[in-house]
């Protein structure tokens, strides 16, 4: 009597955290679309929400063309980052662990690096669209994404991948140096704008390809709730209840490939919300049920990232600041709380 | 009747494939056992016990051999069937951030659910079942990382239970707990197996083992014996497993003991039995060889109570020293070599 008491209660709490979540998520998606260097009127945006025609042509042309696919890219990137995260600090059970810990984003950054400054070094022009630089960054990470899954096929301990992907992750940055060593200053200024990540740049069609990799990045997470339930045990308990430990891991692998692959091609690497958001989560619910954390990620990493592009298009001045530091100044105090919390790392 | 064996080990050679040398393989092992069977697999640190019990759990491949369970070649079972046939529970303690004590016990359920099902009032009921068999069902709600060593060995065994498997395979599961946690886990195991569960658990603590086991697998170098307890000591193949150590088995008490060097021999007299064994104990923890002869031996210990009060008297013929309690007469006596 008393259990189920306790237990309706405990998911009383839950539905009332994810109410409280969900209603974070709308008020910060609403303050993006808002503020920034131009303030747009609430009424603008309810006669937006509902269909009705925008007196003001200008604060229209700002809605529709530029705060809103910013918005929804925030939300798409903020959610891959943390779910991504997730899945990598319960796969590689190390609570240090983010969604480029495989490699990933450092794939990414070779693919960008080759397009800008290696086209730029055989003096081939300057037409590198944003597309094609989206383009480069996601065969970059996936072909990252290829050797760490072959390698998963292979080596059954988990370190060695986790090593390995570190290792193709420096190899890249290694190369990456190279290519920045033998360029001009001005290609080389394009490379470093896009490592700072910027939500701005993904425009008309490329919002619906970055949805739809996010979608089945996110769908496939959620399908995995469960089994990461029993890996978050140790490889020992998951096999010994007969999970399929190397194909969950391939599918933990090839989720987490398309959530932060899409989102390094689209917005550039964005740091430690992927770490920081999951601990964030963990810390609300104290749970350790994937079937909850996974989607309250989705929801919370959608607010963080939310906050940090408000944060970087300083309301009211004609100035935006790179969203990587707005979210690595948000992550970091929580990563340095984690790790001092952390018995197993701060020798307490 | 004979009883059909619910595991069936058949010239088993276990280790990795890629070993450089066929002959650092531990050699060919026979083994059985029946439903509701309690042995103790013992071995010296590095024998192989952990990797025999991995091998058997298909956590491990094994080199050549097979092994039977229910009759059947134990590869060509499904994977969710024989998670519900046979469990094992890793030496390391379980540790898991923000788990409660049942929802950890609640994933033991995953065979029986598969990859989407969801927990049903049946898995509920289990889960609740085996908490109350290892006395957890008030602690189901504390975080597991908040447990003691104990608890939470005893919360592993639950998690073993609620898997519901007929085989139940423990990798040292006494390891890390005190003397009545190790007691009690060994009780409960026991249980376990009369309640029908093949229950076989890897351990270094003889003396339990020796005491509460029907069946010792004893992993000597040259290969595996089975056998009760009992049988093993009067065969000698317990003493075999302290060969060339400083350790042995004493018959009359059929407890371990320490081969003391004791190159001085004291004669020991006291009123009472209890005196005389614990006086005897400290002396022989100190180096010395005791004897109740105080005839032939020059260096005498007396032990005698007057009003309630103990004291200990040493001569060595010439001169006597008197001391109140055993912690000053070893002092004396350690450094005071005749």
Redesign the interface.
């Known amino acids: 009597m008393t259990q189920t008491g306790l237990k309706d209660l405990e998911k009383s709490k839950i539905i009332t955290l994810f109410i409280g979540l969900f209603g974070l998520f709308v008020l910060f998606a609403i303050l993006d679309l808002l503020l920034g260097s131009v303030k747009i009127p609430f009424k603008h945006f309810v006669d937006f929400v509902f269909g009705n025609e925008i007196k003001d042509p200008v604060a229209r042309q700002i809605l529709v063309n530029f705060r809103l696919p910013k918005t929804i890219a925030a939300i798409l990137a903020g959610s891959a980052l943390a779910v991504s995260g997730l899945q990598m600090q319960t796969i590689f059970r190390n609570p240090l662990a983010g969604p480029y810990v495989l490699g990933i984003s450092s794939g990414a950054s070779l693919g960008v690096a080759l397009v800008v400054l290696g086209l730029s070094a055989f003096s081939i022009p300057m037409w590198i669209s944003q597309l094609s630089i989206a383009t480069a960054a996601l065969i970059g990470s996936m072909l990252v994404l290829l050797l760490i899954l072959a390698v998963s096929v292979r080596i059954k301990d988990i370190m060695t991948i986790l090593i390995m992907g570190m290792m193709f992750g420096s190899a890249a940055s290694a190369i990456v140096s190279i290519l920045q060593y033998f360029s001009n200053e001005s290609v080389l200024r394009s490379f470093v704008i896009w490592t700072m990540g910027s939500l701005g740049s993904v425009t008309g069609i490329q919002i619906w390809f970055f949805a739809l990799l996010t979608f089945l990045g996110l769908l496939m997470a959620l399908l995995l709730a469960r089994p990461l339930n029993v890996i978050f045990l140790g490889e020992n308990y998951a096999r010994n209840l007969g999970l399929r430990v190397g194909l969950v891991r391939f599918l933990v692998f090839l989720s987490t490939s398309l959530l932060a692959g899409a989102t390094t091609a689209f917005c550039g690497p964005i740091g430690f919300i992927g770490i920081a958001v999951p601990h964030v989560v963990k810390m609300i619910f104290k749970t350790s049920n994937h079937a909850i954390l996974i989607p309250a990620s989705i929801i919370a990493g959608a607010v963080v990232l939310l906050i940090c592009d408000i944060i970087s298009q300083l309301p009211g001045m004609n100035y935006t600041l790179p969203i990587n530091s707005i979210a690595a100044l948000m992550g970091i105090p929580v990563v340095i709380y984690v790790v001092i919390k952390n018995k197993r790392f701060s020798g307490m | 009747m004979i009883q059909k064996p619910i595991i069936d080990i058949t010239d088993l050679r276990i280790g990795f494939d890629n070993s450089v040398k066929s002959e650092l393989f531990y050699p060919l092992i026979n083994a059985s056992a029946l439903k509701g069977d309690f042995i103790a697999l013992i071995g010296r640190n590095g024998v192989g016990k952990s990797t025999f019990l991995r091998s058997i759990?298909?956590?491990q491949p094994i080199v050549s051999g097979d092994v039977f369970i229910k009759g059947q070649p134990y590869r060509c079972i499904e994977?969710?069937e024989?998670?519900k046939t046979l469990?094992?529970i890793?030496a390391?303690p379980?540790h898991?951030?923000?788990?409660s004590v049942s929802?950890?016990v609640a994933?033991?359920r995953?065979?029986y659910?598969g990859?989407?099902?969801t927990i049903s009032n049946e898995d509920k009921d289990v889960v609740?079942f085996a908490l109350e068999s290892v006395n957890l069902l008030k602690l189901s709600?504390r975080e597991l990382d908040s447990l003691s060593d104990g608890e939470r060995q005893r919360a592993m065994i639950a998690?073993a239970l609620a898997?519901d498997s007929d085989i139940i395979l423990m990798d040292e599961p006494t390891a890390f707990i005190d003397l009545p946690s190790k007691y009690e886990i060994v009780k409960l195991l026991k249980d376990l197996s009369l309640k029908g569960k093949t229950v076989i658990f890897s351990t270094h603590d003889l003396h339990t083992a020796i005491r509460e086991v029907d069946t010792i697998w004893l992993m000597l170098d040259d290969g595996l014996t089975c056998g009760a307890p009992e049988d093993l000591a009067l065969n000698n193949f317990l003493n075999r497993l302290f060969e060339n150590t400083e350790v042995y088995l004493d018959f009359s008490t059929g407890t371990f003991l320490h081969k003391a060097v004791s190159n001085f021999k004291i004669s020991l007299t006291a009123d009472s039995d209890y005196h005389y064994i614990w006086t005897k104990r400290a002396l022989e923890r100190i180096g010395y060889s005791v004897t109740s002869d105080e005839n032939s031996i020059k260096d005498q210990v007396k032990c005698s109570s007057k009003d309630n009060f103990l004291n200990w008297k040493v001569s060595n013929g010439s001169s006597t020293v008197e001391f109140k309690n055993i912690n000053q007469l070893c002092k004396y006596l350690k450094f005071h070599l005749p």
């Open positions: 759990a298909r956590l994977r969710s024989f998670s469990s094992f890793p390391e379980i898991a951030a923000n788990m929802e950890f994933i033991a995953y065979p659910k990859w989407f099902g609740r709600k998690f898997q």
